[in-house]
């Protein structure tokens, strides 16, 4: 089973800082996902990536499969990136669906 | 982009009811969906893959009797609770496999469930 853990689990900055969230996996993986979850529950798919960086707006993924690590960051951060960032994992561990993190709780301040 | 819709977005029930959930891919087909579940504070556990035409696979410590899961089309599966108790209460987020090479998975907007 491939063990996913994300730090910080809580994160709180003031905004227009540069945000960094960091997950590691335990398992060679096929893909990475960072997934962002609002409060009321539903969730967007930033990222899938499976090597190298990927860049959308404000937000950058990158992943080293070698050291099984990936980062996602946020620049400029505003109060609407508050959120909770989840990295997810496919294939490892014989899994078929996704294996998440637990999760990072992010609050940006004005 | 790939559009994955769940229905109910919430649900209230009272203990011993049965509820089905929807999960319909919009714009694309999907021969695999997954069905999870989140208890607060905690992170997403897969319950089960649901393949097209075939019988799903549960997760070890899921119920299959409890959770039945039919994925009759290319488009939609349904979860059913049975005999649902307010220990069942929990957030349930299924998402669509998008035939790839990377097997992207898009995620619908979840459904509350409580059971009274």
């Known amino acids: 089973k491939n063990e996913v853990e994300q730090s910080p689990q809580n994160l709180t900055a003031q905004e227009g800082e540069f945000i960094t969230i960091n997950c590691s996996y335990s398992?060679?993986?096929?893909?990475l996902h960072w997934l962002q979850q609002h409060p009321g529950g539903g969730i967007v798919s930033l990222f899938m990536?499976?090597?190298g960086k990927k860049k959308h707006g404000r937000l950058i993924a990158t992943i080293n499969i070698q050291e099984k690590h990936s980062s996602l960051h946020i620049t400029a951060s505003h109060p609407r990136d508050s959120a909770v960032y989840i990295c997810?994992?496919?294939?490892?561990?014989?899994?078929?669906?996704?294996?998440f993190g637990k999760g990072t709780h992010l609050i940006i301040q004005p | 982009g790939a559009v994955v819709s769940q229905h109910p977005s919430r649900v209230i029930c009272k203990s011993g009811t049965s509820v089905k959930i929807e999960c319909r891919s919009l714009d694309f087909q999907a021969t695999t969906m997954f069905w999870y579940r989140q208890f607060p504070k905690q992170s997403l556990m897969l319950m089960a893959t649901?393949?097209?035409?075939?019988?799903?696979?549960?997760e070890q410590g899921v119920e299959k009797d409890k959770f039945l899961i039919n994925h009759a089309s290319l488009t939609l599966s349904t979860l059913t609770v049975t005999s649902a108790h307010p220990e069942d209460s929990s957030f349930y987020i299924c998402?669509?496999?998008?035939?790839?090479?990377?097997?992207?998975?898009?995620f619908g907007p979840g459904t509350r469930l409580t059971v009274l």
């Open positions: 649901s393949n097209e035409g075939s019988k799903a696979t549960y």
């Open positions: 998402s669509a496999q998008l035939l790839s090479s990377y097997n992207e998975q898009f």
């Open positions: 398992v060679g993986i096929s893909a």
């Open positions: 990536l499976s090597s």
């Open positions: 997810a994992v496919y294939g490892g561990g014989g899994a078929d669906g996704l294996t």
